[in-house]
C-alpha cells in the first residue's frame, strides 16, 4: 500500500516494527564481521595448540614409518598402533575444532545478537523467482558486494606479498632443518601468516559493520501512511472508538433512564440540570443518585419522572450541587444529607397529603442547608 502511494520512507521504524521484523529473521548481519572473527580466532588457536598438532604429526610419521614386519601383516597390531598414534593428536586438535565452532556462533551474533527465526527458515517463492534474482544480481547490495570484494582480494593480496617476502628465507630455510624442529617451526610460520591475513579482513570489517547496520535500519524505515496504519491497527481507527465511546455513553444513559421510574424525587435547576435520587436502606445508609443529565437530558429525565408520579423539586442551588459532585450510582455527599434529607421529608409529607392522609406540606424554599464550597 505504502509502496503503490509512491511515499517516501521518511519515518523511523517503530518498535513493533522492529519486533516484526526480528521474528521475520531481519536483523542487522555482517557476513564479514564473522569471518573476520572466525578467522583470527582460528588463528590464534592454531597458534596456541600449533605445537600440540605439530608433535602428534610427527609421533604419527615416526610411529607409521618404524612399523615392524609382523606389525605391517597383523592387522590387530595395525589398529594397536592406530590407536596409539590417535591419542597424540585427539586433544589439540578437538581443541582446536572446538575454538573454531564457538568462534563461529559468537562471531555471527556479534552485530545483531543472537536471534532464531522459523520464518527466515521457510522456504520462499520470491528466492526462486528469476526476476528478482537479477535485481539482486545486479541491485544496490550486488554493486556493494562487488566492491568489498575487490577490496578483500586486493589487502589479501598486498598482505600475501609482504608476508612471502618478509618470511621468504626462513621458509626456504625449513629444509635445512631436522625433524621434528623443522615441523614446529613450519606450523609457527604457517600460524603467523595466517593471523597477519586474518587481520586484513579488519579493514573490510570496520566498512561493513556501520553499512550494514545503516542499511538495516533504512529498509525498515516506514512512510508516514504505514505509521498511520499501524497505529489504527494497534491503537484502533479513532472513527471506530469514537462510534464504540458512543454507543457505550448510549447504553449507560438507557440504563440509567430505566433507573428513573423507580427514583424518589427527581431534583430540577429547572431547566439546566435533573438529579434523580433514591433512598433505599437495604442498599445503601444514604440516598444514592440514579440518573442525572443536563440540558435534552435533564428535560428527558423530567418526562419520565411525570409520566411514572415521581416528585419532582425544583431547587437550582440543590441540583448543581449533587450534579457536579456525585457520579450515577454513588451516595451523595455527607455535606448534602439534611438538605436531602428536607427534599426527601417534603416529598413523604406530599405523598401523605395526596392519599388524603395528613396536611399540603411547605413548600420548599431556597433556604436549603449548602455549604458555599458545593456551591455552583
Same mark, same amino acid.
Given at each position: 500500500?505504502?509502496?503503490?502511494?509512491?511515499?517516501?520512507?521518511? %519515518?523511523?521504524?517503530?518498535? $513493533?516494527?522492529? &519486533? @516484526?521484523a526480528k521474528k521475520k529473521g531481519q536483523i542487522a548481519r555482517s557476513k564479514e564481521l564473522g569471518t573476520t572473527f572466525v578467522l583470527i580466532m582460528s588463528a590464534v588457536s592454531l597458534l596456541i595448540f600449533g605445537p600440540g598438532i605439530g608433535y602428534g604429526l610427527h609421533t604419527v610419521m615416526e610411529r607409521m614409518l618404524s612399523l615392524s614386519r609382523n606389525e605391517t601383516y597383523d592387522t590387530t597390531k595395525m589398529f594397536a598402533a592406530w590407536g596409539a598414534v590417535a591419542e597424540s593428536l585427539t586433544y589439540p586438535l578437538a581443541m582446536f575444532v572446538l575454538?573454531?565452532?564457538?568462534?563461529?556462533?559468537?562471531?555471527?551474533? !556479534? !552485530?545483531?545478537?543472537?536471534?532464531?527465526?522459523?520464518?527466515?527458515?521457510? #522456504? +520462499?517463492?520470491?528466492?526462486?523467482? #528469476?526476476?528478482?534474482?537479477? +535485481?539482486?544480481?545486479?541491485g544496490p547490495q550486488a554493486a556493494v558486494e562487488l566492491i568489498k570484494a575487490i577490496l578483500k582480494f586486493g589487502l589479501v593480496a598486498a598482505c600475501?606479498?609482504?608476508?612471502?617476502?618478509? *618470511?621468504?628465507? @626462513?621458509?626456504?630455510?625449513?629444509? !635445512?632443518?631436522?625433524?621434528?624442529?623443522?615441523?614446529?617451526?613450519?606450523?609457527e610460520i604457517?600460524?603467523?601468516?595466517?593471523?597477519?591475513?586474518?587481520?586484513?579482513?579488519?579493514?573490510?570489517?570496520?566498512?561493513?559493520? #556501520? *553499512? &550494514?547496520? *545503516?542499511?538495516?535500519?533504512?529498509?525498515?524505515?516506514?512512510?508516514?501512511? @504505514?505509521?498511520?496504519? @499501524?497505529y489504527k491497527n494497534s491503537e484502533g481507527d479513532p472513527q471506530i472508538k469514537a462510534r464504540i465511546r458512543r454507543t457505550q455513553r448510549e447504553m449507560s444513559q438507557r440504563r440509567m433512564m430505566q433507573e428513573v421510574p423507580d427514583a424518589d424525587v427527581v431534583v430540577t435547576n429547572p431547566?439546566? *440540570?435533573? =438529579?434523580?435520587?433514591?433512598?433505599?436502606? %437495604?442498599?445503601?445508609?444514604?440516598?444514592?443518585? =440514579?440518573? $442525572?443529565?443536563?440540558?435534552?437530558?435533564? !428535560?428527558?429525565?423530567? $418526562?419520565?419522572? +411525570?409520566?411514572?408520579?415521581? #416528585?419532582?423539586?425544583e431547587s437550582p442551588v440543590l441540583t448543581r450541587a449533587l450534579y457536579h459532585t456525585t457520579e450515577v450510582g454513588e451516595q451523595i455527599p455527607e455535606q448534602l444529607f439534611?438538605?436531602?434529607?428536607?427534599?426527601?421529608?417534603?416529598?413523604?409529607?406530599? $405523598?401523605?397529603?395526596?392519599?388524603?392522609?395528613?396536611?399540603r406540606p411547605t413548600k420548599l424554599g431556597n433556604s436549603l442547608p449548602i455549604p458555599d464550597d458545593y456551591q455552583y
Amino acid at each position: 500500500m505504502a509502496e503503490d502511494s509512491g511515499q517516501e520512507r521518511t %519515518e523511523e521504524p517503530t518498535p $513493533k516494527k522492529l &519486533q @516484526e521484523a526480528k521474528k521475520k529473521g531481519q536483523i542487522a548481519r555482517s557476513k564479514e564481521l564473522g569471518t573476520t572473527f572466525v578467522l583470527i580466532m582460528s588463528a590464534v588457536s592454531l597458534l596456541i595448540f600449533g605445537p600440540g598438532i605439530g608433535y602428534g604429526l610427527h609421533t604419527v610419521m615416526e610411529r607409521m614409518l618404524s612399523l615392524s614386519r609382523n606389525e605391517t601383516y597383523d592387522t590387530t597390531k595395525m589398529f594397536a598402533a592406530w590407536g596409539a598414534v590417535a591419542e597424540s593428536l585427539t586433544y589439540p586438535l578437538a581443541m582446536f575444532v572446538l575454538v573454531i565452532i564457538i568462534a563461529a556462533f559468537v562471531g555471527n551474533t !556479534l !552485530l545483531g545478537g543472537f536471534n532464531f527465526s522459523w520464518q527466515a527458515m521457510a #522456504p +520462499k517463492g520470491s528466492k526462486m523467482s #528469476p526476476l528478482k534474482g537479477f +535485481k539482486r544480481m545486479f541491485g544496490p547490495q550486488a554493486a556493494v558486494e562487488l566492491i568489498k570484494a575487490i577490496l578483500k582480494f586486493g589487502l589479501v593480496a598486498a598482505c600475501a606479498f609482504l608476508l612471502i617476502k618478509m *618470511y621468504f628465507f @626462513e621458509i626456504l630455510h625449513l629444509s !635445512l632443518e631436522t625433524t621434528p624442529g623443522n615441523i614446529a617451526h613450519a606450523l609457527e610460520i604457517l600460524a603467523w601468516m595466517f593471523l597477519a591475513l586474518s587481520c586484513t579482513m579488519v579493514v573490510v570489517s570496520l566498512i561493513d559493520v #556501520p *553499512y &550494514q547496520s *545503516y542499511n538495516h535500519h533504512k529498509q525498515l524505515k516506514m512512510t508516514l501512511q @504505514e505509521v498511520k496504519d @499501524e497505529y489504527k491497527n494497534s491503537e484502533g481507527d479513532p472513527q471506530i472508538k469514537a462510534r464504540i465511546r458512543r454507543t457505550q455513553r448510549e447504553m449507560s444513559q438507557r440504563r440509567m433512564m430505566q433507573e428513573v421510574p423507580d427514583a424518589d424525587v427527581v431534583v430540577t435547576n429547572p431547566t439546566h *440540570y435533573s =438529579v434523580a435520587l433514591k433512598y433505599d436502606t %437495604e442498599r445503601a445508609g444514604a440516598p444514592i443518585m =440514579v440518573a $442525572k443529565g443536563g440540558d435534552e437530558l435533564a !428535560l428527558q429525565i423530567r $418526562k419520565i419522572a +411525570k409520566g411514572n408520579d415521581v #416528585p419532582i423539586v425544583e431547587s437550582p442551588v440543590l441540583t448543581r450541587a449533587l450534579y457536579h459532585t456525585t457520579e450515577v450510582g454513588e451516595q451523595i455527599p455527607e455535606q448534602l444529607f439534611t438538605a436531602v434529607a428536607q427534599v426527601l421529608a417534603y416529598v413523604y409529607q406530599l $405523598k401523605r397529603f395526596q392519599k388524603g392522609r395528613g396536611r399540603r406540606p411547605t413548600k420548599l424554599g431556597n433556604s436549603l442547608p449548602i455549604p458555599d464550597d458545593y456551591q455552583y
